[in-house]
């Protein structure tokens, strides 16, 4: 099929572009930086031009790209600060994320009720706050008004309505116990095909509780091994989304310092060993490893090993009933968590029935 559109230079730009006509006027397109990927292009767009003629909007509008193009266009327009192009590039990704898990592939097939189970997952998972929370869906509500501009959709799923919201404390996360991590731990150690270092990274998450965010941005130098810590701290990072140097610091605004169990311990020595970047856990380009990938990984584990899907959240939660069953004081664990208020603590907190079966066994009323 031949394209009526013909792919053109625009004077004083790079890449390559198209001049079509919409409502009487005629606007530039931009395609690609390559010919050859703006020929293949060029054929989509009109392909999508022709359902938006049939149809009165694109029906098969591919979500990714969609997502992509919003955050350009709100890129190029209304965001101008690093930190507002960082809100609303989280907010997409995590989005993103999310819809990957769906039986949806087009922007028409996105409803009320998936936006719903996102923003919920979203307070669940990764407990933001409630003004948080209506950021982001402030942020969907004028994604899918920009589709509506676009002619991807008919109409805004979740604009003009109130949308239910759960409450924190109604959610119990999943989370494994002692012999379900020594299980899954064991099944990724075996997997010999594997290139990236997930043993290595789950064995740290399972054994140190912190946050994935703070294990993958570790360093050799926040590697202590004398003093048998890692250290969790505010440090210069390179950001591959746009591309420039930011600092890094932890939820908590506060540094402190991890303690390296036994089991740990040989594992972070031979990351040291082997490790061609400066990064701890560096992909095979020895860049961040993605966080979708790694919750993918894990998600595939876990149904592999038999055991009940988790998130990677839900590692920081099994290391705090586990470390809560064997002993370890409230105090301690908050420390090595970062929590700011017992409480916090507290909520990761899920002590198993059978351990308070046993706990309360030898409970006597009427005996010293």
């Given amino acids: 099929m031949k394209p009526k559109l013909k792919v053109i230079r625009r004077p004083k730009c790079r890449g390559w572009y198209i001049r079509p006509t919409e409502s009487g006027r005629t606007k530039w397109v931009y395609l690609s930086d390559k010919k050859t990927e703006a020929d293949r292009l060029v054929l989509d767009y009109e392909r999508q031009r022709e359902l938006k003629r049939s149809q009165g909007f694109n029906s098969q509008a591919d979500i990714d790209l969609a997502l992509d193009k919003y955050l350009l266009h709100k890129n190029s327009t209304t965001l101008t600060t690093h930190k507002s192009r960082k809100k609303y590039a989280n907010a997409i990704r995590f989005f993103q994320s999310f819809l990957k898990h769906c039986p949806v592939s087009a922007v028409a097939e996105i409803t009320r009720d998936i936006v719903v189970e996102f923003l ?106 004398e003093q048998r810590l890692l250290w969790i701290r505010e440090k210069l990072t390179y950001d591959e989304q746009w591309k420039e140097k930011v600092i890094w610091r932890p939820k908590t605004k506060r540094n402190r310092y991890v303690p390296l169990p036994d089991e740990l311990l040989p594992i972070i020595k031979e990351r040291l060993e082997c490790s061609a970047s400066e990064l701890l856990f560096p992909n095979s380009k020895n860049k961040f490893m993605k966080q979708r990938q790694i919750y993918a990984a894990l998600v595939n584990f876990c149904k592999r090993a038999g055991l009940p899907r988790i998130h990677i959240h839900s590692l920081r939660h099994s290391f705090t009933s586990i470390a809560t069953v064997k002993g370890y004081s409230e105090r301690l664990i908050q420390e090595v968590l970062g929590h700011t208020t017992p409480s916090m603590t507290r909520r990761y907190t899920h002590l198993r029935p059978e351990f308070l079966g046993e706990k309360f066994r030898g409970l006597k009323y009427g005996q010293d």
């Avoid at 933001?128 to 994604?143: G, Q």
């Avoid at 989370?175 to 990274?201: A, C, F, G, M, S």
């Avoid at 789950?202 to 509780?209: E, H, I, R």
């Fill in 120 to 225: 919920n997952y979203r307070k669940e998972e990764h407990h933001i706050s409630d003004s948080s929370w209506n950021t982001d869906r402030n942020i969907l509500v004028n994604f899918f008004n920009y589709c509506i501009e676009n002619k991807w959709i008919r109409e805004n799923p979740i604009s003009g309505s109130r949308l239910p919201k759960k409450k924190l404390t109604d959610y119990v996360p999943e989370h494994l116990d002692e012999h379900q991590i020594r299980v899954l731990l064991e099944y990724i150690k075996k997997q010999t095909n594997i290139r990236l270092p997930y043993y290595q990274l789950f064995s740290t998450l399972a054994y140190t509780g912190m946050r994935l965010g703070e294990a993958l941005t570790l360093t050799e130098k926040d590697v202590l091994l």
